[in-house]
């Protein structure tokens, strides 16, 4: 039995998890400029590949996405409304100037009817945005000054010549949960590390960059005197199939603690991936009590990892 004792106050519970995706479904094959992708990354058309299938768009903006996940949330939390405390909003681009700014925190308030929620907006940190929002809710509610902080990432692609990427197949979609000091059923953050590479390039699309993964996963481990075979399930960026499973496995998480069904389902959805995986994950399979799972999430010259405990 491992006796390492959590630095985490047990009642802060992340619950909730929920998701939505674009309602329109598209084939890789779809893309505007596929051909032209092949051609400037030389890449064959293999879709099995590099787990090129599917992915979803939006006809609405990130906060029609946002809004209709943070619903989920809400409704399956038992939390009402006017208890969240903070609401904390991840993307990798908010559109517009400070006077639209103002209209989306208007906007996102009322329809939810967050009267007491203050608004939190993380974007420097692309796709880590949820994980690191994740961890800072915990830290708050663990503080004992907020109970109740709902997190939603939404995020979609306004140019489609740039929906493939030479490292994903980005979707449109939206996740969110809510981290509350309520018992509940949920999970606990038993450790988390966020690192900028050693070498930050301004190019950085995909970079190897094992040292840092590496470290990440050693600290994360290390810090619960967990090893990678101490987890039941590793839940990741949904990159190109090769590319996650090479990166996975060098920690040392074999291929059947992988979770990459959604490479091909749903493509990248940006810093949503984990939780829509971990959602899918556990309407079929679920977890028991104790078990741990790892969320690892990818950005140029940054890498993100949350280490969570099954709670009762």
Known sequence: MNNFQERTVPHAVITAMAYTLGETECAYSDVVNLDDFLKANNFP???SLFGWGKYRKTAGDIFDLAIDT????????GVAPAEVDLVYVCSTCVPGDEVAHIKYNVRLLAALGLCNAYPI???????????SAIAMAASMVQGGRYRNILIVTADKVYDETIRFQNFALLSDAAASCIVTARDTPGFALVNERFLPSADPVEHNRGKDDSP????VCKELLDGARLT??????????????????????????????LHMENVSRYGHCFSADTVISLVDYSATNGFASGEHIVMSADAPNL????LLRRLA
């Not at 101490?230 to 074999?254: A, H, M, Y």
């Not at 890498?303 to 949350?306: D, E, Q, W, Y």
């Open 228 to 257: 990678a075979r101490d987890v039941k399930k590793v839940f990741t960026s949904n990159i190109f199939r090769p590319i996650t499973q090479l990166k996975e496995t060098k920690l040392g998480f074999s291929k059947d603690q």
């Open 45 to 47: 058309n293999l879709p």
């Open 212 to 215: 840092l993964y590496s470290r």
């Open 303 to 306: 890498r993100a990892s949350l």
């Open 121 to 131: 907006g993380i974007t420097l940190n692309n796709c880590t945005s949820f994980l």
């Open 70 to 77: 943070a619903r989920k949330s809400l409704a399956s939390s």
